[in-house]
């Protein structure tokens, strides 16, 4: 069974729609164009993800950070732990390891595991542990773009936007 008749992990979902949320604010692209770019390119490997899919949880996501108070870490440095998280780690379960002997953490999956609520969830949930210091963040200067091992993956993080795209 090819991962084009699968639905993309659920892991993999979390970390698209939070470099969404980094690069919104880091970069000078919008939260739809960010998006978009996940939405076709995760389209071409697993069943298609609607672009609203990344870019509804993506500004809930900026929302909740803005209302934070006092916080001890900016929001795209939030964003690029809970990236760092998510590659790295799988939950409570240690960490993850993107290639196995019998596959890859990028194998899709039969049902569809992930959905915005969840991805919110999580995300809160890590930003409040960020706080109390009970998860592992990335280190000074990490950047997922910098990674290893990220197949198809890195090529979507690296695709420029098209002039079209800019319209």
């Not at 899919?53 to 909740?64: H, M, V």
């Not at 002997?101 to 999956?109: C, Q």
Request: proline share 3%; hydrophobic share 35%; charged share 30%.
């Amino acid at each position: 069974m090819s991962n084009k008749d699968l639905f993309c992990p659920n892991w993999l979902y979390e970390v698209s729609v939070a470099i969404t949320v980094h690069d919104y604010l880091t970069k000078d692209y919008s939260i739809e164009m960010i998006a978009k770019k996940f939405s076709e390119g995760l389209s071409e490997e697993y069943k298609d993800i609607p672009v609203e899919e990344i870019s509804k949880p993506a500004e809930t996501c900026i929302r909740f950070m803005a209302e934070i108070q006092g916080a001890e870490f900016e929001a795209h440095e939030r964003a690029n732990h809970f990236i760092h998280y998510r590659l790295k780690f799988n939950g409570i379960k240690g960490p993850r390891k993107l290639k196995t002997l019998l596959g890859s953490a990028f194998d899709g999956d039969k049902q569809k595991k992930y959905n915005e609520e969840s991805m919110v969830k999580d995300f809160k949930a890590y930003c409040f542990a960020l706080r109390s210091g009970t998860v592992p963040k990335a280190s000074s200067g990490w950047s997922i773009k910098n990674e290893e091992d990220l197949g198809f993956y890195k090529d979507i993080i690296g695709k420029d936007f098209s002039l079209d795209d800019l319209l």
